[in-house]
C-alpha cells in the first residue's frame, strides 16, 4: 500500500538554527499537510497545500514556517530561527481530494537544544 | 474556533471487555475521520464518516456519526491486547484542515 514518507526521523538542532523536514506524499494525491504533535498532546494542524500554494494555515504557522513543492515528488517544511518549544514531532499528510481521508507519514521528532 | 473533545481521556480494561470513546465538536462537520495512534507512531487512519447519523463497522469496531454532525462514537467489542493506544477523532468543518480531538487512550490488561 502507498506510503508518505519522511525524513530525517530524527533531527537534533540547535536553537536559533534553521531545519527543513522533507517528505514525498503518497503519488496520486494532490493535497498535502504538515501537522504537529508535542509530547502526550494531541496533533495539531499546520498547514495545508495544494496547486502548489497555501490553502490553509494555522495561527501556529506564522512567518518562522514556510512550505515548498520543490519539485514533483517532494514537499517540504522550514523552519526557521528555531525556539526551544518547536520540539515536536512533525508529521506530513497527504490526501487524494479534499474532504477524503488523511494519511499520515512516521513523523520526525524534531529536538531543538 | 472549533474545538474537539474526547471523553474518556484515559481507559483502562481487561481483555474481552468493551471500550468506548466520545468525540464532541463544538461546531458542525462535513465528515469526521478516526485515527489509531500506538506509542511512538503515527496516526493511522480508520475510517471517514460523511453521512448524519451514519453507522460502519470494521470488525470488532463500530463508528457512529450524530444526527446533528458534531459528535462521534467508537465502540471495540471485546478488546484485544493489539487494540492498546490512542484514539482520535479529527473532524473536517468548511477546509480542508483536520481538527484533531485530545484523544482517548486506550490500555488494555490481560
Known amino acids: 500500500e502507498p506510503e508518505v514518507t519522511q525524513t530525517p526521523s530524527h533531527q537534533v538542532t540547535q536553537m536559533g538554527q534553521e531545519v527543513i523536514l522533507r517528505c514525498v506524499p503518497i503519488s496520486n494525491h494532490l493535497y498535502f499537510y504538515w501537522y504537529r504533535q508535542i509530547l502526550g498532546q494531541k496533533v495539531e494542524f499546520l498547514v495545508s497545500f495544494y496547486n502548489n500554494e497555501i490553502s490553509e494555515k494555522s495561527e501556529i504557522f506564522d512567518d518562522q514556517f514556510s512550505v515548498e513543492r520543490p519539485d514533483g515528488s517532494n514537499f517540504t517544511l522550514k523552519i526557521r530561527s528555531t525556539k526551544l518549544e518547536d520540539s515536536a514531532m512533525y508529521f506530513c499528510a497527504s490526501s487524494a481530494g479534499i474532504n477524503q481521508p488523511q494519511h499520515f507519514g512516521d513523523g520526525t521528532r524534531l529536538s531543538i537544544l | ?110
Open chain 2, 1 to 110: 474556533g472549533q474545538q474537539v473533545m474526547q471523553i474518556p481521556q484515559y481507559q483502562h480494561v481487561q481483555e474481552g471487555e468493551d471500550f468506548t470513546t466520545y468525540c464532541n465538536s463544538s461546531t458542525t462537520l462535513s465528515n469526521i475521520q478516526w485515527y489509531k495512534q500506538r506509542p511512538g507512531g503515527h496516526p493511522v487512519f480508520l475510517i471517514q464518516l460523511v453521512k448524519s447519523g451514519e453507522v460502519k463497522k470494521q470488525k470488532r469496531l463500530t463508528f457512529q456519526f450524530g444526527e446533528a454532525k458534531k459528535n462521534s462514537s467508537l465502540h471495540i467489542t471485546a478488546t484485544q491486547t493489539t487494540d492498546v493506544g490512542t484514539y482520535f477523532c479529527a473532524g473536517q468543518g468548511g477546509g480542508n484542515k483536520l481538527t484533531f480531538g485530545t484523544g482517548t487512550q486506550l490500555k488494555v490488561e490481560l
